[in-house]
């Protein structure tokens, strides 16, 4: 299963940027990083297919369904799974981790 992950520091702040309210949680995700995360996600599939791969991105559980929501409009194939689906016998091949630079 060819995978692409986040930087733990990168999905950190995106943790961090979930919203709770009586209406329910949501990502409230600082535009630039949220531009920044699209283009670099994006990248890595154009990578990936490139050389052959169809990934998938695997976030914790805590923020699968926010960030699923997130790329759908423009990474529609993009699956997102939490470690908790995958099967433990499947193979798992880590082709990139996303990492947004400091300061940016």
Same mark, same amino acid.
């Given at each position: 299963? +060819? ?7 990168? /999905?950190?702040?995106?943790? /961090?940027?979930?919203?709770? !309210? *009586? =209406?329910?949680? %949501? ?8 531009? =920044? ?8 599939? /154009?990578?990936? *297919? &490139?050389?052959?791969? =169809? +990934? #998938? ?12 929501? %997130? ?9 997102? #799974?939490?470690? =908790? ?8 091949? &880590?082709? /990139? !981790? ?7």
């Amino acid at each position: 299963l +060819p995978l692409i992950t986040l930087d733990p520091r990168l /999905e950190q702040k995106i943790t /961090e940027s979930v919203q709770l !309210t *009586a =209406q329910g949680a %949501f990502l409230a995700m600082e535009p630039n990083m949220a531009r =920044q995360l699209l283009v670099l996600l994006r990248q890595a599939v /154009e990578r990936a *297919a &490139g050389r052959g791969y =169809q +990934p #998938v991105l695997m976030v914790s559980a805590a923020l699968r369904g926010h960030l699923r929501k %997130f790329v759908e409009q423009t990474l529609a194939s993009l699956a997102v #799974v939490s470690p =908790q689906e995958i099967a433990p016998q499947t193979r798992l091949q &880590g082709l /990139e !981790t996303i990492a947004i630079p400091e300061g940016s």
